[in-house]
């Protein structure tokens, strides 16, 4: 199993992917990790954290990615770019994964060119793992913002991509899949989601209809689907609000009940689940959070290598193929 670390993207670069990933190593004796970054950088870095090279090997790139850039101009002018450069790792066959917690845009577009979409993919998405109050105390939030612009075919992929990584990675037999709208009526919400409703009622997957906001968080469902504007805009007020309410609560009964705070804290840290992946691209990408420590790089390459294990790309093509026949049939 040969993972590939963007080491200089992330608030934190390249320290914490340096440590996340030999992290990562000491968890799993046959892991291998390919760091991709510039030469001076990533070498400082092993040498000040007295790494050994046993299963580690050094990719160069001259090039790095910054959070403002615009994606797509950003990788045609830096050819040599450290994000860039690990897409190629995968494409190559040299890797099996991809570990990004730079520009997300940067990421989803690199991959994008670089990688094959997966057989019957038309968008790939991204898939957000969330607190829940549901058996597995997951859902799963597709798309958090790779497509912003969305068809209703779209988002019954994102049903079906969801439910089949939902169903390898979180062991369930038959997550429930909804679509987020602004009233659990099917006759609401707007055109996209109405007609995306439509297509997936008529599908194989466990779907449950339409769900509100609250309803990720409160069990509703294991996998919603969403555009990626939205699904975006969710994830970002959620970690915002998560945020203040922790706080808020840190103050008045930290010192008093120091266990239920690290539950609580346990329960919304993005650090846990380490990472988003892609879903819909012939590589295993996990996009992570800007702020990854060492921590969340690690269980984000964790993750990356129990989609690689549970087949999860396989899942995925075979069951956009019996969608696709499905719909073919009843034209």
């Given at each position: 199993?040969?993972?590939?670390?963007?080491?200089?993207?992330g608030?934190?670069?390249?320290?914490?992917q340096?440590?996340?990933?030999?992290?990562?190593?000491?968890?799993?004796p046959?892991?291998?990790i390919?760091?991709?970054g510039?030469?001076?950088?990533?070498?400082?870095?092993?040498?000040?954290?007295?790494a050994?090279?046993?299963?580690l090997?050094l990719?160069?790139?001259t090039?790095?990615?910054?959070?403002?850039?615009?994606?797509?101009e950003?990788?045609?002018?830096?050819?040599?770019?450290?994000i860039?450069?690990?897409v190629?790792?995968?494409r190559?066959?040299?890797?099996?994964?991809?570990?990004?917690?730079?520009?997300?845009?940067?990421?989803?577009?690199?991959a994008?060119?670089?990688?094959?979409r997966?057989?019957g993919v038309?968008?790939?998405?991204?898939a957000?793992?969330?607190?829940?109050?549901?058996?597995?105390?997951?859902?799963?939030?597709?798309?958090?913002?790779?497509?912003?612009?969305?068809?209703?075919h779209?988002?019954?992929?994102?049903?079906?991509?969801?439910?089949n990584?939902?169903?390898?990675?979180f062991?369930?037999?038959?997550?429930?899949?909804?679509?987020?709208?602004?009233?659990?009526e099917?006759?609401?919400?707007?055109?996209?989601?109405?007609?995306?409703?439509?297509?997936?009622?008529?599908?194989?997957?466990?779907?449950?209809?339409n769900?509100e906001?609250?309803g990720?968080?409160?069990?509703?469902?294991?996998v919603?689907v969403?555009d990626?504007f939205v699904?975006?805009?969710?994830?970002?007020?959620?970690?915002?609000?998560?945020?203040?309410?922790?706080?808020?609560i840190?103050?008045?009964i930290?010192?008093?009940?120091?266990?239920l705070?690290?539950?609580l804290?346990?329960?919304?840290?993005?650090?846990?689940?380490?990472?988003?992946?892609?879903?819909?691209?012939?590589?295993?990408?996990?996009?992570?959070?800007?702020?990854?420590?060492?921590?969340?790089?690690?269980?984000?390459?964790?993750?990356?290598t129990?989609?690689?294990?549970?087949?999860?790309?396989?899942?995925?093509?075979?069951?956009?193929?019996?969608?696709?026949a499905?719909?073919?049939?009843?034209?």
């Amino acid at each position: 199993m040969r993972v590939a670390v963007d080491a200089m993207g992330g608030d934190h670069a390249p320290r914490e992917q340096v440590a996340g990933s030999l992290l990562a190593l000491s968890r799993d004796p046959k892991l291998e990790i390919m760091l991709v970054g510039r030469q001076a950088d990533l070498e400082a870095e092993l040498s000040t954290q007295g790494a050994s090279m046993d299963r580690l090997e050094l990719v160069f790139a001259t090039d790095v990615i910054g959070m403002n850039e615009k994606p797509v101009e950003a990788l045609k002018s830096k050819p040599d770019s450290s994000i860039g450069r690990a897409v190629l790792l995968v494409r190559g066959g040299h890797a099996e994964g991809l570990i990004a917690a730079g520009s997300t845009g940067a990421a989803v577009a690199a991959a994008g060119f670089g990688l094959k979409r997966l057989e019957g993919v038309r968008r790939p998405g991204i898939a957000v793992p969330m607190p829940a109050l549901n058996k597995s105390g997951v859902c799963l939030l597709i798309d958090a913002g790779a497509n912003p612009s969305c068809r209703p075919h779209h988002l019954e992929q994102y049903g079906v991509m969801g439910a089949n990584y939902f169903r390898e990675i979180f062991e369930c037999a038959s997550p429930r899949v909804a679509v987020v709208s602004i009233g659990e009526e099917e006759a609401k919400g707007n055109e996209l989601t109405r007609e995306a409703t439509k297509l997936l009622r008529q599908g194989e997957l466990n779907f449950v209809g339409n769900i509100e906001g609250r309803g990720l968080f409160g069990g509703d469902c294991e996998v919603a689907v969403a555009d990626g504007f939205v699904g975006n805009i969710i994830l970002k007020a959620s970690q915002g609000c998560a945020e203040m309410i922790l706080g808020k609560i840190h103050q008045r009964i930290g010192k008093e009940q120091p266990e239920l705070m690290r539950e609580l804290f346990g329960m919304t840290d993005y650090a846990e689940f380490g990472g988003a992946p892609l879903l819909g691209v012939d590589g295993h990408v996990m996009i992570c959070h800007g702020r990854s420590d060492r921590r969340a790089i690690a269980n984000a390459i964790r993750a990356c290598t129990r989609a690689v294990q549970q087949n999860v790309k396989e899942s995925i093509v075979a069951g956009l193929a019996r969608t696709a026949a499905r719909g073919a049939s009843s034209a």
